[in-house]
């Protein structure tokens, strides 16, 4: 019997229909709904605090189906953003079918699709950071030839009541396994329900934060994705930190992607991972080594990245993760294998087939180059992170690569190839770039660099400007040096942002 490329598809859209999620049409999901029992529909969009917000439909007939799928429904955009006013804040949110995706999580057998905004003309609201991602990445493309696949690593803790079995090393839970992590089956059940969303997930593991205080234990984890498109990047991030919620909530726990959980302890990034591409191919080694391409990306993206702190380090304890030898950069540099840099280029899988020959003695060496696997990842994000202006952001940094003048030597000066935390190593550290200690500095940072961000018509003026103000609001200039001696104050503040994104 013939075997379909989507017979081993997760999503059971994809398997039924036969085709690729990004051809779904509305007659598709209307024949999926109809042949599959399907009895909701779920419009779901990012609000301004980053969480996915949900509008639910009960299907009455093929008429209102139609009429919902063609039509999309109101929301109230002054709710939802702190850019709009009360007085002019109707918005239109309508599906993209290619998001389709049978609810994991719903008794009743239900169908979500991720939405986008539009004005009261029918236009795309320019001020939606969906869409302001989609122009940041239109602009690079026509601008310089380039474009930008990017993937996400998001990383959480896991909190729940104290088990003296089997006790993990106090940081030192990278990559252990059961019974020494305890929630390594919720991990699996939510990479589980991603796949069934449409997600290409590259892997999980447990991570190097675990410990515990007089009444909860607390371990961290991890789920990487696969490089895509910036649309598809962004969806499949905002969605997996729905669907770790509602697992932690069915298994009783509670999930945080809060950048600290307490000071002394592994905090959790949101980390970017980008390749440039160019006529569908990753052009980020070149004869095995950085390409120039790549380093005029990385110098574009380090020359605002003070700024893109405004997009992902977005609440004060943000800045108690961006301290020195916690594995978070502090300094704007970048380096090959390099954890203390703001910008890592990973091992590029050179000779990858001849060490597949090397460890299996019945096979032999591949000649295929394996260099389209590589990446560098922006290491300061975190779980606070609007993911679809962060995302933008970096595109607007890789084009503003392109355009600075002497963007190469700017590569060169700030690459750095040795621990810059080190004492021996301090001179070096001087004569970097620092990213921002607050909000505060961060929104003063992203108003200085405002007009790269306004090019082309991408970041609007008043997004950048309710951005800063909302980081301005915490008023928390030189927090974190005020409350660190005090514990009770400083676990105060992490309570108050444990739910951030």
């Known amino acids: 019997m013939d075997v379909s490329p989507y017979d081993l598809s997760p999503n059971p859209l994809v398997k ?68 709009l006013e009360a007085g002019s804040s109707d918005l239109y949110v309508v599906p993209r079918f290619k998001t389709a995706f049978l609810n994991p999580f ?24 969906e869409n302001i991602m989609r122009k940041a990445h239109q602009a690079m493309v026509e601008q310089t030839g380039y474009g930008l696949e990017v993937m996400g690593e998001i990383e959480y803790y896991v909190i729940s009541e104290k088990d003296e079995l089997y006790k993990a090393t106090d940081q030192k839970g990278y990559h252990e396994s059961a019974p020494f992590v305890k929630w390594e089956q919720l991990r699996i059940d939510a990479m589980m329900a991603m796949a069934q969303t449409g997600a290409e997930i590259k892997y999980s593991h447990s991570e190097v934060g675990n410990f515990s205080d007089e009444e909860f234990e607390y371990e961290q984890n991890e789920v990487e994705f696969l490089p895509t498109n ?4 962004a969806d499949q991030l905002i969605l997996a930190k729905w669907i770790l919620r509602e697992v932690g909530y069915q298994y009783g726990v509670t999930i945080s992607f809060a950048p600290k959980i307490t000071t002394g302890k ?28 790549s380093r005029k990306v990385i110098a574009g993206i380090l020359d605002v990245a003070p700024a893109l702190s405004a997009f992902g380090n977005t609440i004060p304890t943000s800045y108690f993760r961006l301290v020195p030898h916690q594995e978070a950069p502090t300094n704007v540099c970048w380096g090959e294998r390099n954890r203390s840099a703001l910008i890592r280029v990973p091992l590029g899988w050179v000779g990858a087939g001849d060490m597949i020959a090397d460890a299996n003695k019945m096979e032999e060496p591949l000649n295929r180059d394996f260099s389209d696997k590589s990446t560098f990842e922006f290491r300061c994000p975190d779980g606070s992170a609007d993911i679809y202006l962060l995302i933008a952001g970096l595109c607007v940094g890789a084009r503003h690569g392109f355009q600075m003048n002497e963007a190469l030597e700017f590569a060169q000066k700030t690459y750095v190839d040795v621990n810059i935390f080190e004492e021996k190593h301090k001179k070096r550290q001087s004569e970097l770039a620092q990213l921002p200690e607050s909000c505060k500095k961060a929104a003063e940072y992203l108003l200085e660099q405002a007009d790269i961000f306004k090019q082309h018509g991408v970041f609007t003026e008043r997004l950048l400007q309710g951005t800063a103000q909302r980081l301005f609001d915490f008023k928390d200039e030189n927090l974190r040096e005020k409350i660190a001696p005090s514990r009770e104050e400083t676990m105060n503040l992490v309570n108050k942002f444990l739910h951030c994104g």
């Open 16 to 83: 039924y229909l036969q085709k690729s999620s990004k051809s779904f049409t509305k007659a598709d999901i209307i024949n999926y709904i109809e042949n599959n029992g399907v009895k909701m529909i779920n419009f779901r969009y990012v609000g301004g605090d980053g969480r996915l917000k949900a509008l639910n439909f009960v299907i009455q007939s093929r008429e209102h189906l139609e009429s919902i799928l063609s039509t999309g429904e109101r929301v109230d955009g002054s709710s939802l953003f702190n850019f």
């Open 106 to 129: 719903a008794e009743i057998p239900t169908v979500d699709m991720l939405c986008s905004y539009y004005d009261k003309d029918g236009s795309p609201l320019a001020s939606a950071p």
């Open 230 to 233: 910036v649309e598809d990047a």
């Open 266 to 293: 592994a905090g959790s990034g949101l980390h970017i991972h980008m390749r440039p591409m160019k006529d569908g191919q990753n052009v980020t080694l070149e004869n095995g080594e950085i390409s120039e391409v």
